[in-house]
């Protein structure tokens, strides 16, 4: 292969790094909250009831956001539930994923839990069968002093000082049909500006996310959201995006291409934001949160059957996932200027980058891209100029060979570099042309020999992220040589 230059220049920047886009997503759907983050049965509970070794490997990640409690099971979701002692909680159905709740998991342990691992809280209101007061109830509960009737409650519960959740959801996918409390784009509308201004009258600190479209694939796409932003207007902060991938076509290639969909999914977003903005010839903005994005198309076990903590889309994960994961961050470094929040779906068991078995714990391949950028996530972006071979995929149009994303630090470049050959080494030319490398901090790899290798617990180590040093600097240059299907995170030195 011939070899690919990447041109960078510090002055050529898109915006400032938001650490919020290395969120999670905690949703009490299948084994994600008991068994994965809440255990008390296992032998590694803390005093809380919380699971150890998920929490150890999970900080690893370095997670700042973090969306609670859904997802689907948020439109039918009722807070109060949640709260109060443990015994007096009602247990009941839940309709999203045909499991039974049993509420020893709510608001007060999730924030405890935020907490203890420094996550930014994240709610999510129930716009589908729960109402606009309901929403400015749960606010009051989390935000205000003592001396109402909802932060009296939160007092008498343990926590006389305010939780302090800044961040909230006007729902969840209020576009899709299978959503509880689905209606079409007006009528959601109305309901979340309704819950909007009690919501901030509540507490005015707060910032707001809008039901955006959740797939790119249904009739109402972007019409949705011109429709719900032009009627909410400055009351919200931010628009949701969802975007779930996945091999259907068993081609690698065409696989590995499909940043060139995230691209477009978020400029089109971002497109309809700025036309409101201008047609309401207003000062604020929205910007974009992807609140739910990940790989998954090959676990669809959606169906609890009337259990506790069934086993429910627990997804393998290979080496081109974790490809594709490393494809989506790039995508976000590269609309750093209007992607400001991003919540993998989701943290533990569901889709998710840890899986428990009994007391045994599986690191699976999709946490290593998530570490790698997350270590190296302090800057600004920087625009990345790639010439060199490229691809025609079959469903995304033509891609360079090498995928890239940059952060400029304190004296600092962190480089990310993705070589989607199946079987070819790459050689990178990086050229930085108003400044000098001094050498090489620090630099690390994930690859492997076959795209479908994946970690198992009898194998946990199939695919890692381990140091790589095949990178030769001198002032004006550096000069990498990537195996096929590697993604290659370093940071060099100015």
């Avoid at 009941?92 to 342990?109: H, K, M, Y």
């Avoid at 929040?341 to 045994?360: M, S």
């Avoid at 940059?406 to 962190?414: C, D, M, P, V």
């Amino acid at each position: 292969m011939k070899p690919t230059t990447l041109s960078l220049h510090t002055k050529f920047q898109i915006g400032q790094v938001d650490p919020r886009i290395f969120g999670g997503f905690l949703e009490h759907m299948g084994r994600c909250v008991y068994e994965g983050v809440y255990h008390s049965d296992s032998a590694h509970a803390d005093e809380n009831g919380f699971r150890s070794d998920s929490l150890t490997a999970l900080k690893r990640l370095q997670m700042t956001a973090m969306r609670y409690p859904g997802g689907n099971f948020a439109s039918g979701y009722h807070w109060m539930d949640g709260i109060g002692p443990k015994q007096q909680r009602p247990t009941v159905r839940d309709l999203a994923w045909q499991s039974i709740e049993p509420n020893q998991f709510g608001t007060d342990e999730y924030i405890q839990l935020c907490r203890s691992m420094g996550w930014t809280p994240m709610l999510t209101a129930n716009l589908g069968t729960g109402t606009p007061e309901e929403a400015r109830n749960w606010v009051e509960y989390c935000n205000a002093p003592p001396g109402t009737r909802y932060a009296d409650m939160r007092a008498a519960n343990g926590s006389i000082a305010p939780h302090a959740v800044k961040l909230w959801c006007l729902g969840n996918e209020m576009d899709g049909p299978w959503q509880l409390g689905h209606v079409p784009a007006g009528q959601y509308a109305i309901r979340a500006q309704q819950a909007a201004k009690m919501m901030k009258d509540t507490d005015r600190s707060i910032e707001l996310v809008a039901c955006g479209s959740c797939t790119i694939d249904m009739d109402t796409y972007m019409a949705w959201d011109h429709e719900v932003l032009d009627y909410l207007g400055d009351y919200t902060d931010y628009v949701s995006l969802h975007r779930y991938v996945g091999n259907h076509e068993n081609d690698t290639a065409n696989y590995l291409a499909i940043t060139n969909s995230i691209d477009r999914q978020i400029e089109e977003m971002d497109a309809v934001c700025r036309f409101i903005q201008a047609k309401r010839r207003s000062k604020k903005r929205a910007y974009l949160c992807f609140d739910e994005w990940n790989v998954w198309y090959k676990n669809q076990e959606m169906d609890g059957e009337g259990k506790f903590a069934p086993h429910l889309i627990e997804e393998v994960y290979n080496l081109e996932d974790a490809l594709v994961i490393a494809g989506f961050f790039h995508s976000f470094l590269r609309h750093a200027d209007v992607l400001k929040i991003a919540n993998i779906a989701q943290i533990a068991n569901v889709i998710a980058p840890i899986l428990t078995r009994g007391d045994d714990l599986l690191v699976q391949s999709i946490f290593y891209p998530f570490e790698m950028f997350s270590r190296r996530r302090e800057g600004v972006s920087l625009q990345t100029r790639v010439e060199g071979p490229s691809y025609e995929s079959q469903s995304y149009g033509r891609v360079h060979m090498i995928d890239a994303s940059a952060i400029l630090g304190e004296s600092k470049l962190h480089l990310f570099l993705s070589n989607r050959s199946l079987d070819e080494s790459a050689e990178v030319q990086i050229q930085l042309t108003d400044d000098e490398f001094i050498g090489l901090d620090n630099a690390e790899i994930l690859t492997g020999s076959d795209p479908k290798q994946a970690n198992s617990f009898e194998q946990p180590d199939q695919i890692a992220s381990i140091p790589f040093d095949n990178t030769h600097v001198v002032p004006n240059q550096a000069t990498v040589q990537l195996p096929p299907l590697s993604f290659v995170a370093m940071t060099l030195d100015l």
